[in-house]
């Protein structure tokens, strides 16, 4: 018989390495939306009251809302690839808070290579044994065309007032 | 338990560590971003023991917590932008130490409004104390530092 302690020890454990193949499947079905035109993996992820809140992509509560907007990503992006990295996980009992890294790539619809640079703060619950995202916030350092980098945004941003 | 099970807490152990090691790194990174980004060194100074060597290649090697400071408080001169992505762990733990080496991909934009890229690899020293890890000793091997719209051709490193 393994002690309380102990179990909560390896608990967390596998609790963060749940949250982090979770946010990969986040980013998988974020890149099949575009690709693919496929909502279903993405929707899987989210809480039934997820809240989704991507900066200039909006802030979308609910995941009926949240399918709303993601029908409606095929129209605009005809290609993204997500690429997280830097994960900083904490784990209390059965919520946990994420900060992630990430670089996407895209291709609108008029052909346009974009880089988008930013941080995302996660907020994830445990439903009946599964983590699940339940509020993702995007803070946004650049989008912009490969071709024109990403100094205009981060200057405006960070650049000495 | 801990007679009774020493090589399964040790397992536990080991894992924790490792798992606190990699959120040190990126503890780190963030810290780096908040130098370049909004001129704050405190985050970034939280982490190193005071007698760490801060070695950062052509970019400078500084001995102690005082000194990186120095440095750090100049980077803002010259930069108004940088996030610091680090992939591929390989860390090593013994008792309290540990060593790590990640590879780094960053981006910058410097004050003539210039985006640049770098990649290198950073060998780390870790120490645990008191429960925590810290980095006495960090190295960085700059493969490139370039230009966005130049490229890292004719650029590469000579530690290559």
Not at chain 1, 66 to 80: A, D, Q, R, V, W
Not at chain 1, 81 to 93: A, E, L, Q
Not at chain 2, 7 to 15: A, E, H, R, T
Request: proline share 3%.
């Amino acid at each position: 018989m393994v002690d309380r302690d102990v179990e909560k020890r390896i608990q967390k454990l596998e609790d963060i390495e749940a949250i982090k193949r979770l946010k990969f499947d986040y980013a998988e079905g974020c890149d099949l939306v575009a690709n693919q035109n496929n909502l279903e993996p993405l929707l899987k992820v989210f809480t039934e009251d997820a809240v989704w809140d991507g900066e200039a992509f909006g802030k979308h509560i609910g995941k009926t809302a949240i399918k709303e907007f993601l029908s409606g990503i095929p129209t605009m992006l005809t290609y993204s690839m997500h690429h997280f990295t830097n994960p900083r996980v904490v784990v209390d009992g059965d919520q946990a808070q994420g900060r992630w890294y990430l670089l996407a790539f895209f291709t609108d619809v008029d052909d346009n290579d974009l880089v988008l640079i930013g941080i995302e703060d996660d907020e994830y619950k445990k439903v009946d044994g599964q983590w699940l995202i339940s509020s993702m916030i995007l803070t946004t350092h650049s989008q912009a065309p490969l071709s024109e980098g990403w100094y205009k945004s981060v200057t405006e941003k960070f650049g000495l007032k | 338990m801990k007679m009774k099970y020493p090589n399964f807490i040790n397992k536990i152990l080991y894992l924790e560590d490792l798992r606190a090691i990699k959120n040190l790194k990126n503890d780190y990174a963030l810290g780096c971003d908040e130098v370049f980004c909004r001129g704050c060194p405190e985050p970034l100074l939280g982490l190193f023991t005071p007698d760490a060597v801060w070695d950062v290649g052509r970019f400078g090697r500084f001995e102690g917590v005082g000194s990186i400071k120095e440095c750090l408080e100049e980077i803002r001169e010259s930069y108004v932008y940088s996030i610091h992505y680090f992939t591929n762990p390989r860390i090593d733990i013994q008792g309290y130490r540990a060593e790590g080496r990640w590879n780094l991909w960053a981006l910058y934009t410097d004050v003539k409004e210039q985006d640049l890229i770098l990649t290198g690899t950073e060998d780390d020293n870790y120490q645990k104390f008191q429960n925590k890890w810290f980095i006495k000793e960090m190295r960085l091997d700059v493969h490139f530092q370039a230009p966005l719209f130049k490229g890292w051709h004719g650029l590469i490193g000579e530690s290559l």
